[in-house]
């Protein structure tokens, strides 16, 4: 007679390798925060900024705000809202971002327990079979009920590295908004700084034509020679062909800006109007630019996620134990399914622990951590970008705006020059060479004003850009006169 196990033996020998799993899952090594800022020292502030210039307030995951506002351009401001609603890169940035929250809501799902529903009709003979050799009818219909107990953390690191994902893709909608709203805001700036230019080279056309018909009246009396008269048609020509120049170059731009506003282009058009005001941007300070951009966001995240994805690929080394139960009815005859009689049940526990796989596991793990180098790299290289950026754009409004300060005084006197040279060429004193030029280089001057403001607003824009879009406009913003 053989001996009856003790049920305290028994109870053991069944929990044995649940106790040598969970000691296994607690033996995993605690995986290592990054950088912070990806190992970037910050300065104190950025060397292009003025030492009093006022700090900018953090907005990490918010909107980038509708800074454009600051520019006082209703035509500019309705194009950007337009934009935000019809442009076909912030259409497919939100796609991907609501795929990446449907692959959260995926891997949630996993840690939650596992219902389903199944019958079925099968006929089968042998070992398997209820009637032994004979071949015999075998009809179930029940619930199936699976759980996976979480022991190594596999789950929930699936689940952190999906939210990271979506709070990367989510960053990366916010700054696909703000590089669309950019480049709108440069387009229409560059489309109206053209605009003047050209309005500007149709005044300097026509008072080339009023020269020409008074030289070809001289010419006719014989009071002027013909080569003045084919310098003077030559200007005329010239001129015009310029303006012809900054029409290809507007259709181009109006084309550009019909695109970012998802119209067809050829339709669109940008009407002239008052110049638009020129904002001065507090650049803030360097964290507070780290938090607001949202590129660099999206690059921590990343991190965040192959962060994740390490102890994923860790925590595959350890065992899963997965929990079922099956619940329902089963009868030889179909007819008799349903009765109570024909009920049937079963739960299981299943406890799998890898042994060899030939170092798959190990591969993916050191792939894994290759991912993480590569991300914390990237993020680097971001922060690297952010900072750069920052400074060229503060560099050149700097610069940009000594350099006005002295255009102005050459515009200034050019156009004393040219009225001047007018006036002595009309009263016979001068060659009408000497009036050509110095109406030249008024011109010249004048054009090189005009293309300098409009760099100004290029360069505030991108400035803007490089900030991450989100700030408070200094009170009382500064306003361009036009040119005269």
Not at 68 to 91: C, H, K, M, Y
Not at 116 to 130: D, I, N
Not at 132 to 144: D, F, V, W
Not at 169 to 179: D, I, K, N, P
Request: charged residues 20%; neutral net charge; glycine residues 8%.
């Amino acid at each position: 007679m053989k001996p009856i196990p003790h049920p305290g033996r028994r109870t053991l020998a069944l929990l044995t390798p649940l106790f040598a799993a969970l000691v296994l899952a607690g033996c995993a090594s605690a995986l290592p925060a990054p950088p912070e800022n990806a190992g970037v020292e910050l300065p104190a502030r950025f060397s292009g900024a003025p030492a009093a210039a006022a700090a900018a307030a953090a907005a990490e995951a918010q909107p980038r705000g509708a800074w454009w506002l600051a520019f006082a351009d209703p035509q500019l401001s309705a194009l950007v809202e337009r934009a935000g609603d019809a442009n076909t890169d912030i259409q497919a940035a939100a796609a991907r971002l609501a795929e990446a929250r449907a692959l959260l809501r995926s891997a949630d799902a996993q840690r939650l327990p596992q219902l389903g529903a199944s019958a079925g009709v099968g006929r089968q003979a042998g070992a398997q079979s209820t009637g032994g050799a004979a071949p015999a009818t075998l009809a179930t219909a029940g619930l199936n009920l699976s759980y996976e107990v979480d022991l190594s953390g596999r789950l929930s690191q699936a689940s952190a590295a999906a939210l990271q994902d979506s709070q990367a893709r989510a960053a990366l909608l916010q700054s696909t908004r703000l590089m669309v709203q950019a480049d709108v805001a440069q387009a229409y700036l560059q489309l109206r700084g053209l605009q003047d230019e050209r309005a500007l080279l149709a005044q300097s056309l026509d008072i080339y034509r009023d020269s020409l018909r008074l030289t070809s009246r001289r010419f006719e009396a014989g009071d002027a020679a013909e080569l003045d008269l084919a310098r003077m048609q030559t200007e005329v020509s010239a001129t015009a062909s310029e303006l012809l120049a900054l029409d290809r170059q507007q259709a181009l731009l109006r084309n550009a800006l019909a695109l970012l506003v998802g119209d067809v282009a050829g339709a669109f058009s940008v009407a002239p109007g008052a110049p638009a005001a020129l904002p001065l941007i507090p650049a803030g300070v360097p964290a507070a630019v780290l938090a607001r951009r949202p590129d660099v966001a999206a690059a921590q995240a990343t991190v965040q996620a192959a962060l994740a994805r390490v102890g994923v690929a860790q925590a595959a080394w350890f065992p899963q134990i997965v929990l079922t139960a099956q619940g329902g009815y089963a009868s030889p005859e179909l007819g008799d399914l349903l009765r109570w009689s024909a009920r049937s049940w079963g739960v299981n526990a299943l406890l799998s622990l890898p042994v060899f796989d030939g170092g798959q596991r190990a591969a993916q793990e050191q792939g894994a951590k290759a991912r993480l180098e590569a991300a914390v790299a990237a993020q680097r290289g971001q922060v690297l970008t952010a900072f750069r950026d920052v400074e060229d754009q503060l560099s050149a409004l700097r610069l940009l705006g000594e350099q006005s300060q002295v255009l102005a005084q050459a515009v200034e006197s050019a156009e004393r020059a040219s009225h001047l040279s007018d006036v002595r060429w009309r009263n016979g004193y001068v060659s009408q060479l000497e009036l050509l030029d110095a109406r030249r280089n008024a011109l010249r001057q004048r054009r090189n004003a005009l293309q300098l403001r409009s760099a100004q607003y290029t360069t505030t824009v991108m400035l803007i850009r490089a900030l991450g879009g989100s700030w408070e406009p200094a009170a009382g913003a500064a306003r361009i006169a036009p040119a005269s």
